[in-house]
């Protein structure tokens, strides 16, 4: 029997020093795509996949992350006095169940592996996904719905995977895997930043995972790795010598790198554009900036 994955982790202990210096006070996942913050497009999409318990792995200065997620009565009876109910409902939708989200603290910056590590006791034996808010994925199905129905298939480890530019490979974990144009592919090897050149593929790794409990002993002993930091593709290459039973999964869906300045801002431009209320106006702004900008050129 393979069990259901109702557990995800979401790391969001990070410094986010890219963004400073508004990450001074805000959490860099609360910074927003149009009106909603990086963490909901996260927190929907897990909900989406079936997942009912949330775990954070945060660190001091993130406390703005759990009042998001908390109830705002003040703010629930000044909108009922003035009749807003359209955003009582917005706002409803960011309310959590209590106790459906667990916060554990990484209290030191050791990397992601360490902080999936730091959210083992709430894991405990079950498979579970982990989902890096920095990737923000749109599409049809939801990125995690898809890896979900594809793990009821193989079960094992499964990573998010998609093709990158050669010159960009070194920015992530990259996957060695035989020729294919299959969804789902067997992993034989899988890198975290390769050195320019040495990369077995273009295949990246994307920030949803869905992992066995075996992933999180494995942490238990990790050495450093790329970048002295503990990593989590090392623990999951372990479990490719382990059970060969890991996959890359290339989604369907577009993936924005909101943990880059320039990735946030196509995100926050395609988010716009898809509005039906900000469409027309930013369609028209966008296009009258470019003429202008080449009109001087
Ligand atoms: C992390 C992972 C890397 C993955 C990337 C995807 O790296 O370690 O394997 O390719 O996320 O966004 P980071 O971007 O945190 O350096």
């Known amino acids: 029997m393979r069990y259901k994955v109702t557990?995800?982790?979401?790391?969001?202990?990070g410094l986010g020093t890219r963004f400073l210096p508004a990450t001074k006070s805000i959490p860099k996942e609360i910074l927003t795509l149009v009106d909603r913050p990086l963490i909901q497009y996260a927190i929907d999409e897990a909900r989406a996949a079936?997942?009912?318990?949330?775990v954070f792995v945060t660190s001091r200065g993130k406390s703005a992350l759990e009042d998001y997620f908390d109830r705002a009565p003040e703010l629930e009876s000044a909108l009922k006095e003035k009749n807003k109910s359209e955003l009582?409902?917005?706002?409803?939708?960011?309310?959590?169940?209590?106790g459906a989200i667990a916060y554990v603290r990484q209290n030191?910056?050791?990397?992601?592996?360490h902080a999936v590590w730091c959210a083992r006791h709430l894991i405990g034996d079950e498979p579970f996904a982990v989902i890096l808010p920095d990737d923000v994925i749109t599409g049809e199905?939801?990125?995690l719905k898809q890896m979900v129905e594809a793990y009821a298939e193989l079960g094992g480890n499964m990573v998010a995977?998609?093709?990158?530019?050669?010159?960009?490979?070194?920015a992530y974990g990259i996957l060695d895997v035989p020729p294919s144009v299959s969804r789902c592919l067997p992993v034989r090897g899988m890198v975290e930043k390769p050195a320019a050149g040495t990369a077995p593929s273009n295949l990246a790794i994307i920030g949803r995972y869905i992992l066995t409990p075996q992933v999180l002993r494995n942490l238990d002993g990790q050495q450093r790795g790329a970048g002295g930091e503990i990593q989590l593709t090392?623990?999951?290459?372990q479990e490719i010598r382990n059970s060969d039973n890991v996959h890359g999964y290339r989604f369907s869906g577009q993936r924005f790198d909101c943990g880059s300045k320039a990735g946030y801002l196509q995100?926050?431009?395609?988010?716009?554009?898809?509005?039906?209320?900000?469409?027309?106006?930013?369609?028209?702004?966008?296009?009258?900036?470019?003429?202008?900008?080449?009109?001087?050129?």
């Open 234 to 237: 090392d623990a999951i290459a």
């Open 267 to 297: 995100a926050t431009v395609a988010f716009a554009l898809s509005r039906p209320d900000l469409r027309d106006e930013l369609e028209a702004y966008l296009q009258e900036l470019l003429a202008t900008r080449q009109a001087a050129q």
């Open 50 to 54: 079936g997942i009912t318990e949330f």
């Open 141 to 143: 199905e939801p990125c």
């Open 108 to 113: 030191q910056a050791l990397g992601l592996g």
């Open 161 to 170: 995977a998609m093709e990158v530019a050669t010159d960009k490979a070194s």
């Open 7 to 13: 557990k995800a982790i979401f790391p969001v202990a």
């Open 88 to 98: 009582l409902t917005l706002l409803e939708a960011t309310n959590m169940e209590s």
